[in-house]
C-alpha cells in the first residue's frame, strides 16, 4: 500500500514538473511574439546615402597640465577660494578653541616679551617711548610672514592629493597659505591700528608711503620665500623642518625687541654684521612699517627720535629691496616651474 503511494506521488510530482516547465515555455513563446510584432510595428530609418565626411581637426596639440603660474591662480579666484576655505576647515577640525588658537598664542608671546625686554632687561633704556607698541607693530608683521613661510614650504606636499588628480596652478597651494595667513593676521592688524589711533597716530604722507611700501615688500618676500622652499620640500622634505627651525629666530632678526639704535652702533664697530643685518628684506620692511605704525604715535618735534630709530637711508634701501624682493620673486616661479615635472613621481 506505501508503495503504491509513493509511486502516485512520485508520479504527481513529475507531471507538476512537467506542467510548469510547458506553462514556462509557452510564456517565453508569447513574448517573442509579441516583440516580433513591435518591431515590425517601429518605423524603419531610410538609407543614408552621399560621401562620407571625415573630419581632420588642423590644430596644434596643447599640453593638459597647467602653465599659467601666479597669473593663473588669481584667474581662477573661485578655486583659490575653495582651497583657502580646506585649509581652514583642516586646521580647526576637532578644536575647542579654534580660531581663538591664532590670537592666544601671539598674545601670549608678547606677554613674555614685553616682561623680558621691555620690564626685566629694559632693552630700550628708556629711549623708545611707546615700546609696547614698537614691539607689536614689529611682531604682528614677523608672525604672518612666518606662518606663511612655515605652512606655504608643506603646502604642496600635504594637498598631494588634490595635486594628482585635479588640474590646476601648483602655485596655488603656497598662494593660499598666504591668505590663510592673512586670515589669521588680519584682526591682528586692526587691533594694532586701534592701539595706535588710541595712543595719538597723526596722519602723513610720509608714513602712509613707508606702510605701502613696507607692505609690499613684506608679501613679495613672503611669496618669493614660500614658492622656492614649496618646491624644495616636495624633493626633500627636511626642507619644511629646516623652515620651522629658522622661524624660530626671527623675532631676534629684526628690530623688534630692541630698537634699532642698538644695531646703528654696529655701524662702526661691525660694518660688516650691519650690512648683513640690514640686508634682510624683513627687517627693511619692519623698520618701514614701524615708521608707518610707531614712529606717528611720537611727539618728535625736532626730529632725534626719527634719526636714531632709523637709518638715514631706510627710503632708498626700501627702493632697492622692492625691486630685489620682485626678482626674486620671479626667480622662485621659474624655479618652480622647472621642479613641477618632477611633483607627480616624487608625490
Known amino acids: 500500500m506505501s508503495k503504491a503511494a509513493d509511486r502516485a506521488a512520485n508520479t504527481a510530482a513529475k507531471r507538476n514538473k512537467t506542467d510548469e516547465k510547458g506553462r514556462r515555455f509557452n510564456a517565453a513563446r508569447r513574448a517573442r511574439k509579441v516583440m516580433e510584432k513591435k518591431a515590425d510595428s517601429m518605423p524603419v530609418p531610410p538609407a543614408l546615402d552621399g560621401p562620407k565626411q571625415v573630419r581632420v581637426v588642423n590644430a596644434e596639440l596643447v599640453d593638459p597640465s597647467p602653465r599659467g603660474g601666479i597669473a593663473e591662480v588669481f584667474q581662477q579666484r573661485y578655486l583659490l577660494r575653495l582651497i583657502v576655505g580646506r585649509q581652514l576647515a583642516q586646521q580647526y577640525a576637532a578644536s575647542v578653541l579654534g580660531l581663538l588658537w591664532s590670537y592666544i598664542q601671539p598674545a601670549m608671546r608678547f606677554g613674555v616679551y614685553f616682561f623680558v625686554f ?22 604682528v608683521m614677523v608672525s604672518y610672514f612666518s606662518e606663511t613661510w612655515r605652512t606655504g614650504t608643506a603646502s604642496v606636499r600635504s594637498n598631494r592629493g588634490l595635486l594628482l588628480k585635479m588640474r ?5 597651494f603656497p598662494v593660499a597659505s598666504m591668505v590663510v ?29 613707508a606702510g605701502l611700501l613696507g607692505f609690499a615688500i613684506l608679501l613679495l618676500f613672503a611669496m618669493a620665500a ?67 605704525l610707531w614712529y606717528p604715535t611720537l611727539d618728535d618735534p625736532d626730529g632725534k627720535l626719527l634719526d636714531a630709530h632709523f637709518p638715514p637711508d631706510m ?33
Open 118 to 139: 621691555g620690564v626685566v632687561l629694559k632693552t630700550h633704556g628708556g629711549n623708545t617711548p611707546n615700546f609696547a607698541l614698537h614691539l607689536f607693530s614689529g611682531m
Open 168 to 172: 590646476m596652478p601648483r602655485e596655488i
Open 181 to 209: 595667513a592673512m586670515y589669521h593676521t588680519g584682526p591682528q592688524i586692526l587691533i594694532l591700528l586701534v592701539c595706535c589711533a588710541i595712543v595719538g597716530w597723526h596722519f602723513s604722507f610720509a608714513a602712509i608711503a
Open 226 to 292: 614660500t614658492l622656492f622652499f614649496s618646491a624644495l620640500n616636495v624633493l626633500y622634505k627636511d626642507f619644511q623642518n629646516i623652515v620651522a627651525t629658522f622661524t624660530q629666530f626671527l623675532h631676534f632678526m629684526v628690530p623688534m625687541m630692541y630698537p634699532f639704535s642698538f644695531i646703528a652702533k654696529l655701524q662702526d664697530s661691525h660694518p660688516v654684521i650691519y650690512q648683513l643685518y640690514m640686508a634682510n628684506p624683513l627687517a627693511e620692511a619692519i623698520l618701514l612699517l614701524q615708521r608707518f
Open 315 to 347: 627710503w632708498e634701501r626700501g627702493l632697492i629691496m622692492l625691486v630685489i624682493s620682485a626678482g626674486l620673486v620671479y626667480l622662485s616661479q621659474k624655479f618652480f616651474t622647472r621642479l613641477e615635472p618632477q611633483f607627480p613621481e616624487r608625490l
